[in-house]
């Protein structure tokens, strides 16, 4: 990879498996919201399996398992917000 050409040979090694690692994540997530397509698609209409509770919906009534990551931390507070509080 022509990113990693100027990093020491360990970093560059990280660097390849870090992206090789994440790539087969993402295809590994693809096959199975595939598998999961077929499978709904499979039962009847109004079948319990495809219905998500309300519970488990977001304000925008995205299934939480639907929504990007944003690192565990509330990104979207408002400007101003540096952080947490107990950081020094």
Request: with cysteine; net charge negative; hydrophobic share 40%.
């Amino acid at each position: 990879m022509s990113c990693a050409r100027g990093l020491p040979p360990f970093l560059s090694f990280l660097y390849v498996c870090s992206i090789e690692y994440i790539t087969a994540l993402l295809a590994d997530r693809d096959a199975l919201s595939q598998r999961l397509q077929v499978a709904r698609g499979i039962l009847p209409l109004g079948h319990p399996a495809t219905l998500t509770d309300a519970r488990h919906l977001d304000a925008q009534g995205v299934p939480l398992w639907d929504r990007e990551w944003n690192g565990g931390m509330d990104l979207d507070a408002g400007p101003g917000d540096e952080g947490s509080e107990d950081e020094g």
